[in-house]
């Protein structure tokens, strides 16, 4: 294995595969740039907690699955690994199960939840929803811990359709029938 390159290059998954982290260091790329992850606070971790809990009882026993982070998301897979991009969302649904690899997931999830933390910054945040939304992935959640607040994203062929929510909502989630987040639970102390 190769430790992680401290100079500007172009990365793929292959690459990817061969960094030597120390434990507890993430990295996501994005079209072949090298992002480093912090590590995510405790009421970060709460909230994936709770948010991952109301999906995974919902979805057992079901053809879709729920994957919290870290879980690797190839969002333009290629088999021979060429692919240059690989994100670690805080939640993915993935519904097709041949995008379910041993690895994580190969191509673009239905579903995405990201949990906003201090370290996020706004033009990480754009780069990610134009990101995703060109990917494919059908519904997209930002989570604001600061405020008790929700965005959901709901990417269509020529539109999007955006709405929010706030800590006594309850959410349907579009991409899975039947599925309704209490807020109230995720953002419980």
Not at 47 to 72: E, H, R, T, V
Request: with cysteine; charged share 25%.
């Amino acid at each position: 294995m190769s430790a992680l390159p401290k100079v500007e290059q172009w990365f793929t998954y292959a690459d990817y595969k061969e960094w030597e982290l120390a434990e507890g260091e993430r990295f996501e790329i994005i079209y072949g740039e090298a992002y480093a992850m912090s590590a995510p606070g405790a009421r970060h971790q709460a909230i994936q907690l709770a948010l991952s809990s109301q999906f995974y009882l919902f979805l057992k026993g079901k053809p879709c699955k729920a994957y919290p982070a870290p879980f690797d998301v190839r969002l333009f897979y290629e088999e021979d690994e060429s692919d240059d991009t690989v994100v670690q969302p805080d939640l993915v649904v993935i519904c097709d199960k041949r995008k379910r690899g041993p690895e994580g997931c190969r191509g673009a999830p239905d579903f995405i939840a990201e949990i906003l933390s201090p370290s996020n910054t706004a033009s990480e945040m754009e780069k990610k929803f134009k990101l995703y939304r060109q990917a494919g992935v059908r519904e997209y959640w930002v989570i604001d811990p600061e405020n008790n607040g929700l965005t959901v994203y709901l990417f269509q062929k020529n539109r999007i359709l955006t709405d929010t929510y706030g800590n006594d909502d309850i959410v349907p989630v579009t991409t899975i029938p039947g599925l309704k987040i209490s807020l109230e639970q995720v953002f419980a102390e």
